[in-house]
């Protein structure tokens, strides 16, 4: 067995830490009644703990068959229940979130022990808004959202710099100038689980559900 089978082996596997601690502890009983609130709270914990792009996330969606993809990208802003990210509407994940407008975000802070889980319907900003997250991002950022293939067979890494450079180039040249299909997606959470870990697995499940008027908070089993 060469040395990355060995690493990946069941056995070793089994070695690696997880949940070692100290991790931080946390009481359902004083959570807020708006799971965005909590989300701002764990969200500058992580930020005074360290974590590396606390903002990253995991986006689930599926295809017109069922399966899912997932990905990482980042968090733009949460407001009113509305968890924005942005991309091309050409991509994998825009194209499947045309044909099933649902998906799934997970937030993991490793050195707390914390995972966020949300899940809703997704919702399109306007083109106003699209354009102005696009014209936010780097040169570099909107040479590479101007070409509009993202997931698509590349012949070459050279092929790849060229096209970038290009692009990056005329973003450079126009800072107006904004990819036709850039989109701002919202997340419209309708469930929102927050997940405490504890070394000795009494982990901490407090899921908020949408309801009439507000939120319902209730205690999961781990």
């Known amino acids: 067995m060469g040395l990355m089978g060995e690493i990946t082996s069941a056995w070793s596997l089994r070695r690696l830490p997880s949940l070692a601690g100290p991790l931080p502890s ?65 991509s994998r994940k825009g194209k499947e979130l045309a044909n099933t407008p649902w998906a799934a975000l997970t937030f993991y802070w490793s050195a707390l022990g914390r995972q966020v ?51 990056s180039a005329r973003a450079c040249a126009d800072p107006d100038l904004v990819a036709a299909d850039w989109t701002v997606y919202w997340v419209v959470a309708d469930e929102v689980e927050f997940w405490q870990g504890d070394e000795r697995r009494r982990h901490v499940r407090l899921q908020y559900t949408r309801a009439t008027g507000g939120w319902h908070r209730q205690l999961l089993w781990p």
């Open 117 to 167: 889980r949300v899940r809703g319907p997704v919702e399109i900003a306007d083109a106003a808004e699209s354009a102005a997250d696009f014209l936010a991002r780097s040169p570099g950022a909107r040479g590479g959202g101007l070409i509009g293939n993202q997931s698509e067979p590349l012949a070459s890494l050279a092929e790849r710099d060229r096209v970038l450079d290009e692009a």
């Open 26 to 90: 946390f009481d359902p009983g004083s959570a807020p009644p708006d799971p965005d609130a909590l989300f701002d709270r764990w969200l500058a914990d992580a930020i005074a703990a360290g974590v590396v792009e606390p903002h990253a996330m995991t986006l689930s969606t599926v295809d017109p068959a069922g399966r899912p993809s997932a990905r990482v990208l980042i968090l733009k802003y949460l407001r009113d229940g509305h968890w924005a990210f942005a991309s091309g509407s050409a």
